[in-house]
């Protein structure tokens, strides 16, 4: 069974300053890792995803992430925090064994200050 | 495109009761999966469905259950409801092609509040 782990359940950043969100998968098969961002009673907006590939991805918003397959890891990094970028993350994992599942971390608050 | 629709946007019921939730995925898209989301457990997979078939089910007790359309709409039931059902229920879709998991777009949930 594939899951995922997300470090620190809150992170605080200053406007423009590194954004760094954790998360380390567990999963028995090449995994499918996605980055998901759910603002205040919204639902999940994909910012991006793993599958096959290039292992530096791009999303929207100036997000990337890494896929480190010795690490089993795929941190979420933006260079420069937008007070927009104020919301909740949330990383998750599919092993396309189980359909179309997801299985999600527990999520990280992020909040940038002024 | 249109994105994932979810109705209703909020329900309230008490303890006892049944409800239905309704899904129309994006136009095409034949894989919808449901969601389950408590500040307490977080977001956890109710189950999938594809082609009016459930393929995947997760860790949930029989009162919740869901089928799907002809036309790929998707509803979930969950009858004899509990305090504990409150929840943000989330529907997605995915656009099912050849090779493995892709991603899924989600709907704005629907918010249950059991009283």
């Known amino acids: 069974a594939q899951s995922v782990t997300q470090l620190g359940s809150h992170v605080s950043v200053s406007e423009g300053a590194l954004v760094l969100l954790r998360c380390n998968y567990s999963?028995?098969?090449?995994?499918?890792l996605f980055w998901y961002v759910q603002y205040p009673n919204q639902g999940l907006q994909l910012l991006l995803k793993y599958t096959t590939g290039a292992t530096l991805v791009k999303g929207i918003n100036g997000f990337e992430a890494e896929f480190k397959k010795s690490e089993t890891s795929f941190h979420l990094t933006k260079p420069s925090a937008h007070m927009s970028d104020a919301a909740e993350y949330f990383c998750a994992v599919s092993d396309g064994n189980s359909g179309y599942a997801l299985n999600f971390g527990k999520g990280t608050s992020l909040l940038v200050t002024p | 495109k249109a994105g994932v629709t979810q109705t209703p946007r909020y329900l309230i019921k008490t303890r006892g009761q049944q409800v239905t939730l309704s899904c129309s995925p994006i136009s095409g898209h034949r894989s919808v999966s449901w969601y389950q989301q408590t500040p307490g457990q977080g977001l956890q997979f109710l189950f999938e469905y594809f082609s009016e078939t459930q393929r995947n089910k997760g860790n949930f007790p029989g009162r919740f259950s869901g089928r799907q359309f002809s036309n790929s709409r998707s509803e979930m039931n969950v009858s004899t409801l509990e305090l504990g059902d409150s929840a943000l229920y989330l529907c997605?879709?995915?656009?099912?092609?050849?090779?493995?998991?892709?991603?899924?777009?989600f709907g704005p949930g629907t918010r249950l509040t059991v009283l």
């Open positions: 999963s028995s098969v090449p995994p499918y």
């Open positions: 997605a879709s995915s656009l099912v092609g050849g090779g493995r998991s892709i991603e899924q777009f």
